[in-house]
């Protein structure tokens, strides 16, 4: 179960991006962060920012055309 | 003090991650609603990579500072007639091409509510909430007529072409938009 999550259903770019950088600045190296989004964009958005930004992308799936990903803050 | 010494100490007392954060810089020089739009979604997500972004708003880039209410502006006629058919803040912007005297971004506007685009104007506060800083330009400004009553609140003081120079000598993305 991640420390948080964020609820980026109906948001578009560069929304979840936004919203999971937001969330991300309330965590310590280590915790998790899960991102719910419906934006086709973040499909790519997340994971990319997420390593440039030196953070960890532990788990990525689709369930109900719905985009989850958990990004462990690095 | 130079502008990136200024930039560096606001992005301290911000609490930025660090001052070494990297630079970008964008030159927002137009007030059409499809350019404005780009320049806030890139600004706010180079915001959200910890990057330490500077607008710099410029030409009619100005339109997008404007206070809704800032009315005709200026003491010469020619001014005057700009803030006639120029009205600027974010709600009144125009395409650059599919206009139709205002039918266009009246639609646009509508299908970004319907699929949940957030605003150029919602996108601008968010701006300014996670540190961007919105550099009006001061030639622009004496040129249209427009003070800083004229514009929104919570911008950097007016600056010129030398301190965006400076800026993006050392930016690591500096666009033109």
């Known amino acids: 179960m991640a420390d948080v999550t964020v609820d980026a259903r109906g948001l578009q770019c560069p929304m979840p991006v936004i919203k999971t950088s937001q969330a991300i600045k309330t965590l310590a190296a280590g915790q998790t962060v899960e991102v719910i989004a419906s934006d086709r964009g973040a499909l790519s958005d997340i994971p990319a920012w997420a390593g440039d930004m030196g953070h960890t992308l532990k788990e990525q799936f689709e369930e109900n055309d719905e985009f989850h990903f958990v990004v462990e803050k690095g | 003090m130079t502008a990136q010494e200024t930039a560096a100490e606001t992005a301290m007392a911000e609490g930025s991650d660090s001052a070494e954060a990297e630079k970008m810089v964008i030159i927002a020089a137009s007030g059409d609603l499809d ?16 990057m330490d972004v500077t607008v710099f ?12 209410d800032s009315g005709i502006t200026g003491d010469d006629w020619r001014q005057k007639m700009l803030g006639v058919f120029r009205k600027g803040s974010p709600d009144k912007l125009g395409l650059s091409t599919m206009n139709f005297a205002g039918m266009g971004p009246w639609m646009m506007k509508g299908l970004a509510t319907d699929k949940n685009v957030a ?17 009006p330009c001061q030639m622009t400004m004496d040129l249209m007529g427009l003070s800083n009553d004229d ?27």
Do not use: C, H, N
């Open chain 2, 119 to 135: 605003s150029v104007g919602e996108l601008l506060e968010l701006a300014q909430d996670m540190g961007v800083k919105l550099w």
């Open chain 2, 151 to 177: 514009l929104i609140e919570g911008l950097d003081k007016p600056a010129g072409a030398g301190s965006a120079i400076s800026l993006m000598k050392d930016a690591s993305i500096s666009l033109f938009i």
């Open chain 2, 35 to 50: 350019k404005a739009w780009p320049v806030m979604i890139l600004a706010t997500t180079g915001a959200a990579y910890g």
């Open chain 2, 57 to 68: 708003f410029t030409f009619w880039g100005l339109e997008v500072l404007k206070r809704p």
